[in-house]
């Protein structure tokens, strides 16, 4: 491995994969840019490639190939295009470390092709784990590799547990701000909008999971995630609304000891630590200070209005292929929600439907799951168009 840690970045031109650039760039001492995908926002891809000249670019959208490589062609970068030039880049030897911040299912095999090749992964794609959580830990476990998470949630968790791995877990308890319907009730969220719903009070987030938070599917998915990348069972998983984004998730031991890990909602800060772990690399980011945020808040979850949370919960109890199938209708369900196709309450309605049609398979391989995924889709999409 050279000595600057060269890095794939899946999804470069989505929200954490800008903010992955902005580290990169307080840091070329360290970092370097080695890979740059996406999906169809070529013009973002191609001013990010002139400005970091990466070894790869791959759009995914193949439609948009020849405008890439004609950008670019008087550099030396290699372009490509497709799903399986997705898959290939993250093999390459020069790659040292895999950022996949891909939305959605879209992650996982890309994911699942690092890991084969030995690569250590910064994971900022939850659908990953929710999806074939079973699969991933136990394929990184045969190939030797790390998972680092970057979700702020897990990244919190995973930073209270350095230095305690030797000591077991009583439970973890997941944050969450609440959204920007906290508080309200299923005659409010019967009208709200999507305009409405992707104002986040804390974070900038991507589309799909501004709504995800909205709807607290977002936390259902990191329950689901936090299960298999740290090996719990679903008794040891708590959720915990706090409104001010502060502390980012907690670890309870066997002591009643309780460790926290406390922040800004500043996502360049787990990223950053996820590429550079064991070591913490000086930043310019702000700094919290606890004059500003003098109260905090904490509140219990309202299951009932917000079923989400609660699917993701069951699906993780039932095991097999149900989360797979949950994740799958998510991605429809918010799909139509941002064409205006359904109603916001309608979300709930839809996945728990789609849930109860799709054949359970107890242990699930990759075909299976892929099937699954195909399936759910399918189905979801039938029911929008009877409703």
């Known amino acids: 491995m050279s000595t600057i840690k060269r890095v794939a970045i899946l999804g470069s031109t989505g929200s954490i994969g800008t903010q992955t650039l902005e580290v990169l760039s307080q840091h070329p001492d360290k970092f370097q840019a080695e890979v740059l995908t996406a999906q169809n926002n070529q013009d973002l891809l191609i001013k990010q490639a002139l400005l970091f000249k990466p070894n790869v670019v791959v759009i995914g959208n193949e439609d948009l190939y020849q405008e890439v490589k004609e950008s670019l062609s008087a550099y030396p970068i290699k372009v490509y295009t497709g799903q399986q030039a997705l898959a290939d880049v993250v093999q390459m030897d020069t790659v040292d470390i895999v950022l996949t911040a891909l939305v959605g299912y879209a992650g996982l095999i890309p994911t699942l092709k690092a890991i084969e090749a030995g690569k250590p992964i910064a994971l900022a794609n939850k659908e990953t784990m929710v999806v074939a959580g079973d699969l991933v830990t136990r394929m990184a476990s045969k190939n030797a590799v790390n998972i680092y998470p970057v979700d702020s949630e897990h990244s919190a968790i995973f930073q209270c547990l350095v230095g305690e791995f030797h000591n077991p877990i009583e439970k973890i308890i997941l944050t969450a701000s609440g959204g920007p319907f906290r508080g309200k009730d ?163 309605k839809l996945i728990e439907q789609s849930i109860e049609k799709i054949g359970f398979i107890e242990s699930p391989g990759l075909d299976d799951l892929i099937q699954t995924d195909k399936e759910t889709r399918i189905l979801s999409e039938r029911i929008i168009s009877r409703s």
């Open 186 to 348: 299923s005659a409010y969220l019967s009208k709200v909008t999507k305009a409405q719903a992707l104002k986040h009070p804390n974070w900038d987030m991507g589309a799909k999971i501004t709504i995800d938070s909205a709807s607290l599917m977002n936390k259902g998915l990191e329950v689901i995630e936090a299960k298999w990348l740290f090996g719990l069972d679903i008794d040891q998983i708590e959720v915990i609304v706090h409104p001010q984004s502060i502390i980012h998730s907690l670890v309870q031991f066997e002591d009643g000891s309780i460790k926290a890990q406390l922040g800004l909602p500043d996502m360049r800060i787990p990223i950053q630590f996820a590429l550079s772990y064991p070591e913490r690399v000086k930043s310019n980011f702000p700094r919290f200070d606890f004059m500003d945020y003098p109260n905090l808040q904490f509140e219990k979850p309202d299951m009932e209005t917000f079923k989400n949370l609660g699917l993701a919960f069951d699906a993780l109890k039932k095991g097999g292929n149900t989360a797979c199938a949950l994740n799958a209708a998510n991605e429809i369900a918010v799909a139509a929600f941002l064409q205006d196709r359904i109603k916001f309450l309608e979300m709930s």
